[in-house]
């Protein structure tokens, strides 16, 4: 499926037809997407995250009793509960989610060609046989950062109130998008030679970004760390090794 999909990309890239180019870029995507809406429930350990949620949403009257189940990740889960209610299909989720990962890993290759030459094809390359699996098992840190990498393209062209916009999307999706956004940020604010080091527009962004981690519950920050010292850490460690596809 990943060299079909790449080979697909390919004919993208060297066609200059707008129609035909849409159409591979289509089949480029679809095989991927469909492979993780039609996989089986061993693959992934993060399939949990939709399987019961979505046996709660069934049984729940309304979001907000559904959204008491949870402490945050409040998109994500609104999500879930919204696709039950509308389509009551794991494979539809499932195929959702990976619609909108790999869209977002499309936008941001022929994005970046634009802006630094690079190869869309060789970056989906890198994408489906490196990033691809883990994807298949931290499903919300995947969504969650491939949100963040649209923003940064968003940031570079100085489409500051979008950048905002996915950021917070992003956080509320899986707040672990938060350790990719903020070194985007500082590395655009401390390094971008074309203009000041901080202008007035650079600390809105970053004030907003900083904002949007408030709605970031304390105790999250510390599970970034606990992975050090808790043993059930550790052993997800070990299963995401054996069930990442």
């Given at each position: 499926v990943f060299f079909i999909s790449i080979f697909?990309?390919?004919?993208?890239?060297?066609?200059?037809?707008r129609?035909?180019?849409f159409f591979f870029l289509f089949l480029?995507?679809?095989?991927?997407?469909?492979?993780?809406?039609?996989r089986a429930d061993s693959v992934g350990m993060d399939i949990e995250y939709v399987s019961r949620p979505m046996k709660w949403a069934k049984g729940a009257s309304d979001i907000n009793v559904f959204l008491k189940y949870f402490d945050g990740e409040f998109l994500f889960y609104s999500f879930i509960y919204l696709f039950t209610k509308l389509f009551n299909s794991q494979a539809i989720v499932l195929f959702t989610i990976h619609l909108i990962i790999i869209s977002n890993w499309l936008f941001f290759l022929f994005q970046s060609k634009k802006i630094f030459n690079i190869s869309i094809c060789f970056g989906y390359a890198i994408a489906l046989?490196?990033?691809y699996n883990q994807s298949l098992t931290v499903m919300?840190?995947?969504i969650a950062v491939s949100l963040t990498l649209s923003s940064l393209i968003f940031l570079i062209k100085k489409k500051y109130?979008?950048?905002?916009?996915?950021?917070?999307?992003?956080?509320?999706l899986h707040t672990s998008s938060i350790i990719v956004a903020?070194?985007?940020?500082?590395?655009?604010?401390?390094f971008n030679e074309?203009?000041?080091?901080?202008?007035?527009?650079?600390?809105?962004?970053?004030?907003?970004?900083?904002?949007?981690?408030a709605f970031i519950p304390a105790t999250t920050y510390i599970s970034f760390f606990s992975v050090y010292f808790d043993q059930k850490y550790s052993d997800r460690i070990v299963q995401y090794g054996s069930n990442s596809g």
């Open positions: 697909f990309l390919y004919l993208f890239e060297r066609r200059q037809n129609r035909n180019r480029a995507a679809i095989g991927p997407i469909l492979l993780a809406g039609l046989f490196y990033l919300r840190q995947s109130i979008k950048f905002v916009i996915l950021t917070i999307a992003s956080t509320m903020i070194p985007i940020l500082f590395f655009y604010c401390f074309s203009q000041h080091i901080i202008n007035e527009k650079k600390k809105v962004v970053f004030g907003l970004i900083f904002f949007s981690a």
